[in-house]
């Protein structure tokens, strides 16, 4: 079941994405394939409507029902930008979905090196902040 949140940000409504969160719409409520509004957000390249849902409590490290984080699904979608709004918010970058691949992986698998790069410097920073 999608709930007009996730049509809202799919489509790329960030206005109503921002109405609907002030009348308390759930962010993190999963459609019948355990897909957030805040993935549809991502999947569509609706780069508002994420850093709002973001903004407003959605987590980008819930997993749908193929095992994928936003993140994921943002490598998937080769968009940098929404992958690092997702970075910024904590999604994490060594995330496996049910055939083992993190967002890292994937990246490499498509050869797309900005996203690579992108993601190192995530775990890089990750790890720094480990060690503290």
Partial sequence: ?????H??????HADVVRYLLRKNSQPN???SFKRTALMKAVQQGQEECVAVLLD???DPNLADADGNTALH???LSKNTAVAGLLLE????????NQWGFTPF??????QHEEM???LKQAADRHAQGQGE
């Fill in 89 to 96: 918010h904590h999604a994490k970058s060594d995330a496996q």
């Fill in 29 to 31: 409520l999963a459609d």
């Fill in 73 to 75: 699904l943002a490598v």
């Fill in 116 to 118: 690579e790069c992108l």
């Fill in 56 to 58: 407003h409590g959605a």
């Fill in 105 to 110: 992986k994937l990246a490499a698998l498509q």
């Fill in 7 to 12: 049509l809202a940000s799919a489509n790329g």
């Fill in 1 to 5: 079941m999608r709930t007009p949140l």
